[in-house]
């Protein structure tokens, strides 16, 4: 397992792009409920009039759609190709969407970003976390979420959740899934200020009232 990355910018966010549009990242494990948050948030921002654009990685282009196949449901992936090819699904979708739809004054949220490669591909895979967080920061041109909101459970939950059906990175045992919550957790830790950690055992709603309480501080949404 390797370290946390130490090379994360403090703020990315301010260079790395033009627009008035917030940027909104959810990570987490598999069967952590982060769909159902980031339907949640979608819901808030635009109850308070905001225009939102709702998206997942790998996947939302075409492209992307055609690597998840590739690189979930495909056969074996060396890992280097595997982080490339998130990486490739990423470049891709911020050029795309994200960054236009930024640049529009909406509202991004994603169902996993970067984090979920330095986690999965660099920690999990033992790729070195800090080279897998330099390529997608590469991928992305440096664009770094303004919230990034860890849905946290442990891989014995995760695994329980998802019941009987695997992807060829959910099939990975649970050390694996372990060293990947290790990593989303150690991130997070290491940059308190944009990041946000709830619990995944929590109800739906309460996990999106601790989300809803996190952007209203920021002054994003109305009490
Ligand atoms: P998905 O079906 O979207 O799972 P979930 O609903 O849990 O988000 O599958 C995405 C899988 O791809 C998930 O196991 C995490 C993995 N992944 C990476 O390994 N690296 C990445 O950069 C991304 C975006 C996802």
Redesign the pocket.
């Known amino acids: 397992m390797s370290s946390p990355t130490s090379a994360i910018p403090q703020d990315g966010t301010a260079d790395a792009r033009a627009g008035a549009g917030l940027f909104v990242a959810f990570e987490?494990?598999?069967?952590?409920g982060?769909?159902t948050q980031v339907r949640l948030l979608a819901q808030a921002f635009e109850a308070a009039g905001r225009e939102v654009l709702l998206t997942?990685?790998?996947?939302g282009t075409e492209l992307g759609t055609q690597i998840?196949d590739l690189?979930?449901h495909g056969d074996h992936v060396c890992p280097r190709a595997?982080?490339l090819l998130?990486?490739a699904?990423?470049a891709h979708h911020v050029d795309q969407l994200i960054r236009p739809a930024l640049a529009a004054g909406a509202v991004v949220i994603t169902?996993?970003?970067?984090?979920?490669?330095?986690?999965?591909?660099g920690a999990?895979r033992d790729l070195g976390a800090d080279e897998v967080h330099q390529l997608?920061m590469w991928a992305v041109g440096d664009l770094v979420p303004d919230l990034t909101v860890i849905v946290d459970i442990t891989a014995a939950e995760?695994r329980r959740r998802?019941g009987g059906t695997h992807?060829?990175?959910?099939s990975e045992a649970d050390a694996y899934h372990e060293a990947?919550r290790a990593h989303f957790l150690a991130m997070a830790q290491g940059h308190p200020e944009r990041y946000l950690v709830v619990d995944g055992t929590l109800t739906p709603d309460r996990i999106h009232a601790e989300v809803h309480r996190a952007c209203t501080v920021r002054g994003w949404l109305p009490l």
Request: charged share 35%; no cysteine.
């Open positions: 987490g494990g598999d069967g952590a982060k769909s997942r990685q790998p996947g998840r690189v979930l595997e982080a998130f990486a699904d990423k169902d996993r970003y970067t984090d979920s490669s330095v986690a999965y591909q999990g997608q995760g998802r992807d060829r990175l959910e990947v």
